[in-house]
């Protein structure tokens, strides 16, 4: 399994995928990588309007994530899991050496 970094055409963000992956999420969204979180968004947005247009819903989530600018929705989320982890970190060295006392 060959893995590849991809870069989202709708938010920036990079993922390593699999080449098979990567060909099946451009597969699905017309040749276009989408991350997790925005294939997600756009699946939505398609389901919520109860259209087929695939295509009008990527370019309105494109829209949308260009107006964050580098900072967009998926840079926040991950940022948001990374300070979690970090808290979660200190609590469990915290508890550990408290213990140990």
Do not use: N
């Not at 451009?26 to 040749?31: L, Q």
């Not at 968004?41 to 819903?57: P, Y």
């Not at 600018?69 to 840079?75: I, R």
Request: hydrophobic letters at 35%; proline letters at 1%.
């Amino acid at each position: 399994m060959e893995i590849e970094s991809a870069k989202c055409e709708c938010c920036g963000l990079r993922e390593d995928c699999t080449r098979e992956y990567i060909a099946g999420v451009k597969a699905d969204f017309g040749g276009r990588w989408l991350c997790g979180l925005c294939s997600e968004a756009v699946r939505e947005e398609v389901a919520a309007k109860k259209r087929g247009d695939l295509e009008g819903a990527v370019r309105d989530h494109m829209s949308f994530c260009a107006k964050f600018g580098k900072k967009g929705p998926a840079f926040r989320v991950a940022d948001g899991m990374r300070q979690m982890l970090r808290r979660r970190s200190s609590d469990i060295s915290t508890t550990s050496s408290a213990a140990a006392s």
